[in-house]
């Protein structure tokens, strides 16, 4: 498979959370591939990798499929859409930003700015109730194509930046998708240790939401969460972010399961795969932290690829860390 | 119409840097009049008309668009820049620009919201605190790719917005160069100078040259100009709005209009005016150039002006388009 393209592919689908269908359809396409039995449960995409056999635990590989967006709330007499947010979003940087309303069709908008004539000075910080999206439409237009409830999400299309990085948006937590399916292309035809399901869970950016349901049907004994966490960047702090180009990012986090953190590094350094070490001091606001506590609870960890401007249409990833973190994934997965 | 303002709008060119935009241009123009760049850039077209006024028109518009330019490359290879132009810090983080001569892919990044305090959330970040990333893992790798000095520029599309909005960067003011280019290529009344600016951007510097050299006794000045018909904004505030046909305006911040043109306007077609006095442009040097010139100004109302996705009305530039051909019949006869 090339990684790549299907990074790209899976964040230039649209799927703000609770309206996933978009990128779950692509998604579940692209996992039959692997997981002929895959389907749609409950929202989450759902597929068993390889021959689960009697007496082997239980191993969940959870990506998140739902991506940071908008919801329509009003479409206002003047031709506006108002809008609540989904997830959590910079409000510092909506002005002007182009989106897309997923209506009965996509259509395109700006979300409008106030000029600086009216602001004497620097525009303050828009509240998301001081958002409107101007899309050159008149209210009887819109509402042709537009329901209350359709979601948007920003018009983010995905670029090369230098050397192996690349730029988009919903790179939160497509590249952990695209990780996953990457994890199965390299275990294709090789012995696990483990019978292992993988769910593209929904919900996530809410409140890991689809999670909770999908750790209660599939009742794993281990769960890896594939998600994204703080790359450094001007701004960040270093001490509390892993680097670019760095590797997975391990967590170790009393939420977490220790045993596991401590088997994934010794995994990690079998096979020479370089890793960060992600200190969280409690609960880790990924997909884990349901996983662990769900029926009888689970062995819970997560492996994270570093991503710079998190939650914006320009996040940035570096593609050699998903080809890291999926080599350490079936390292620790497979037979050994 | 919408064709050659797209092809107008997706050519780069930055104040300082419009030798794409006129090249362009002339491509476009060069089999309608003569025409010579002068020393800053600009270029100025003489269109030959069926009379010889006695009095010398000139209509105008600038081909630099706002942008950034490199500064400074720091030691983790990512690009300090300052704006040219004025532009909103709030419009720029959280996008897409390409860099240099060879275009690299960039974003302009910020911290993580999950890691900003309450009161930095609240606070748009200044232009000083922000950086260029183009995925270089050090300063050596940025500097096989990117010069200081080197011009940066919106990644941006040109999109319809709904049946007769467009949205786009550059907006500003390649439709006033759309209108010229499109006006050239009918044969006017009156022999007509068209000139296209440079830098109008960074404080009405092309205009003031190539009115000197030109020397009118009228100009008409074309330009987008900000309309506030946005939600929650209501009143004299909205400025003017789109879908109301071209923005003639009494005073901005640089000028006082000539009065007898600005009714002549109002006589003509259905126009609309600046309800706040606000904003300026290349009238500003024209009108107090030599002896002075009679000046007017043409603007098409544009939403988002400066932003990578500036919204304009097709309509009021087809509207401004048939305005300006018409005060180009009546003004030379004054």
Redesign the interface.
């Known amino acids: 498979m090339d990684l790549k393209n299907t990074i790209i592919r899976l964040a230039e689908a649209a799927g703000a959370s609770g309206s996933e269908d978009d990128a779950a359809e692509l998604a579940l396409i692209m996992l039959r591939e692997y997981c002929p039995d895959a389907a749609v449960s409950g929202g989450n995409v759902i597929g068993s990798f390889g021959a689960h056999r009697e007496g082997r635990p239980k191993l969940v590989l959870d990506a998140h499929i739902d991506q940071v967006g908008f919801a329509v709330t009003a479409i206002?007499d003047?031709g506006?859409i108002?809008v609540g947010n989904i997830g959590?979003?910079?409000?510092?940087?909506?002005?002007?930003?182009?989106v897309v309303i997923h209506g009965k069709n996509d259509i395109?908008?700006?979300i409008?700015?106030?000029?600086?004539?009216?602001t004497s000075g620097?525009?303050?910080?828009p509240e998301i109730s001081?958002i409107?999206i101007?899309?050159?439409?008149?209210k009887n237009?819109l509402e042709q194509t537009v329901s209350l409830g359709d979601s948007i999400t920003f018009d983010a299309?995905c670029?090369?930046?230098?050397?192996s990085?690349?730029?988009g948006g919903a790179l939160d937590d497509r590249c952990g998708v695209a990780c996953l399916l990457y994890t199965l292309e390299l275990l294709k035809g090789q012995e696990t240790a483990y019978n292992v399901t993988v769910i593209f869970s929904v919900q996530e950016e809410v409140g890991e939401r689809g999670a909770k349901t999908g750790a209660f049907t599939i009742d794993p004994d281990i769960a890896l969460a594939v998600d994204v966490s703080?790359a450094y960047?001007?701004?960040?702090?270093e001490s509390?972010c892993g680097y670019?180009?760095g590797g997975p990012m391990i967590g170790v986090s009393p939420s977490l399961s220790r045993e596991i953190s401590d088997s994934l590094m010794a995994a990690a350094e079998a096979a020479d795969i370089p890793y960060q070490t992600e200190v969280m001091c409690g609960l880790t606001s990924t997909n884990a932290d349901r996983y662990a506590v769900s029926r009888g609870g689970a062995k819970a960890c997560t492996v994270s690829i570093p991503l710079?401007?998190?939650?914006?249409?320009?996040e940035?990833i570096d593609l050699t860390d998903v080809e890291l973190t999926a080599k350490l994934l079936a390292e620790f997965i497979k037979e050994g | 119409m919408k064709e050659l303002l797209k092809e107008l709008c997706l050519i780069d060119g930055i104040s300082g840097d419009e030798g794409a935009v006129r090249d362009y241009i002339i491509s476009r123009v060069k089999d309608y009049c003569q025409y010579s760049v002068d020393d800053l850039g600009n270029l100025i077209c003489f269109r030959k008309g069926r009379k010889s006024p006695k009095k010398k028109l000139m209509i105008c518009a600038h081909m630099d668009e706002v942008g950034f330019m490199v500064t400074y490359i720091?030691s983790?290879g990512?690009l300090r820049f300052d704006c040219v132009g004025?532009i909103?810090?709030?419009?720029i983080?959280?996008?897409?620009v390409r860099v240099g001569k060879d275009r690299?892919?960039?974003?302009?990044?910020?911290?993580?919201?999950?890691?900003?305090s309450r009161e930095q959330?609240?606070?748009?970040?200044s232009v000083d605190?922000l950086?260029i990333?183009?995925?270089?893992?050090s300063k050596e790798?940025?500097e096989k790719?990117v010069f200081l000095g080197d011009c940066v520029y919106y990644?941006?599309?040109f999109?319809?917005?709904?049946?007769?909005?467009?949205?786009s960067k550059a907006i500003d003011d390649r439709a006033g160069c759309a209108i010229m280019i499109k006006l050239m290529q009918e044969k006017p009344d009156y022999d007509t100078y068209f000139v296209f600016n440079v830098q109008e951007e960074i404080g009405l510097r092309g205009s003031a040259v190539s009115s000197f050299s030109v020397a009118p006794d009228f100009a008409i000045v074309l330009e987008a100009t900000?309309a506030?018909d946005?939600?929650?904004?209501k009143g004299e505030?909205r400025?003017c709005e789109l879908g109301r046909g071209p923005v003639v305006s009494f005073m901005d911040r640089r000028t006082i209009y000539d009065k007898e043109l600005y009714r002549l306007a109002f006589d003509l077609a259905t126009c609309q005016t600046k309800t706040?006095i606000?904003?300026g442009n290349d009238a500003g040097a024209i009108h107090i150039s030599g002896k002075g010139v009679r000046t007017i100004s043409v603007s098409v109302p544009c939403?988002?002006?400066h932003?990578?996705?500036s919204?304009i009305?097709m309509s009021d530039l087809i509207s401004s388009f048939k305005l300006v051909k018409n005060l180009s019949k009546r003004i030379p006869l004054l």
């Open positions: 206002t003047e506006f108002k959590g979003l910079d409000r510092r940087l909506l002005p002007a930003q182009p395109k908008g700006v409008c700015s106030v000029p600086p004539h009216l620097s525009a303050p910080v001081d409107a101007d899309t050159g439409m008149s237009e299309a670029r090369d930046l230098l050397g990085r690349i730029t703080f960047a001007v701004g960040e702090d509390k670019l180009g710079r401007n998190m939650h914006t249409p320009v940035v | 720091r983790d990512t004025g909103d810090p709030s419009v983080i959280g996008r897409r690299i892919s960039g974003v302009i990044g910020s911290t993580a919201v999950h890691n900003l959330r609240e606070k748009a970040p605190s950086y990333d183009i995925g270089a893992a790798e940025a790719h990644d941006s599309e999109t319809d917005l709904g049946e007769h909005c467009v949205k900000t506030a946005i939600d929650g904004v505030k400025v706040m606000a904003g939403r988002y002006l932003s990578p996705s919204v009305d």
